[in-house]
């Protein structure tokens, strides 16, 4: 069962345009979400995150959204950029046996940034 | 510093071969992990370490076994490979905080006929 879904394997925008990924998630446990990109024959790279008692966190080009009674979270790119294309990947984070945190992963959501 | 390292990069093994993944970091972290990534299934957690001498099971454990003798190496073991096997693997750590921003290694393309 997934906890983490991305439910767009892909997504194509235009140059200059907002690229708006989206996450949901069903552990209410989950305290902590990662986005990360990744490119073809390379590992995954850490973009942004946010605390669950945050809703929103910006860096840069790069905000992420929280909506927690939706279990909800999205990416927003602004403006896009051909160099952005790559597989985006949305991660979720909670304290489990040991006082130990895990990663749950998403499936990724491939954008193409067009010309 | 060359953050996290996997060797080899890419490898192809008959059935029944064995092979050792090392994964190297020098950032000093206390965790570490071994995923892999199919098509499809994003990436999922096959052991992990939470410091020097200690290991754990993942998500996917079976067929893997591993090793952390030293902080900054972690090996992963393949004793009798399976076509299953095939997959992408990659390495990671973060600090003693936990789980939050992993730094990943490029990857191991495995490809067992």
């Known amino acids: 069962d997934q906890q983490v879904k991305q439910n767009s394997p892909s997504l194509s925008v235009q140059e200059g345009r907002i690229s708006i990924l989206n996450c949901d998630y069903t552990?209410?446990?989950?305290?902590?979400f990662l986005w990360y990109k990744k490119y073809p024959a390379e590992g995954p790279t850490f973009l942004i995150s946010?605390?669950?008692i945050k809703d929103k966190n910006e860096d840069g080009r790069f905000t992420v959204f929280l909506n927690k009674s939706a279990k909800h979270l999205s990416l927003h790119i602004v403006p896009s950029q051909p160099g952005d294309s790559a597989v985006y990947f949305c991660?979720?984070?909670?304290?489990?046996?040991?006082?130990?945190?895990?990663?749950?992963w998403g499936l990724g959501t491939s954008l193409a940034v067009n010309p | 510093n060359a953050g996290v390292t996997q060797t080899p990069k890419f490898r192809v093994l008959k059935t029944g071969q064995s092979m050792t993944l090392l994964c190297a970091q020098d950032?000093?972290?206390?965790?570490m992990y071994w995923y892999r990534q199919d098509p499809g299934m994003g990436l999922r957690l096959i052991h992990y370490?939470?410091?020097?001498?200690?290991?754990a099971k993942g998500e996917v454990p079976d067929g893997y076994n591993v090793s952390r003798l030293k902080k900054q190496n972690f090996l992963l073991g393949l004793e009798s490979a399976a076509p299953s096997q095939t997959s992408v693997y990659f390495c990671?750590?973060?600090?003693?905080?936990?789980?939050?921003?992993?730094?990943f290694g490029p990857g191991t393309r495995l490809t067992v006929t």
């Open positions: 990671a750590s973060t600090d003693k905080q936990g789980a939050r921003e992993q730094y």
């Open positions: 950032m000093n972290h206390e965790y």
């Open positions: 370490s939470v410091g020097e001498g200690t290991t």
């Open positions: 552990n209410s446990m989950f305290d902590y």
């Open positions: 946010i605390s669950s």
């Open positions: 991660a979720a984070s909670a304290i489990g046996a040991g006082n130990n945190r895990k990663l749950i």
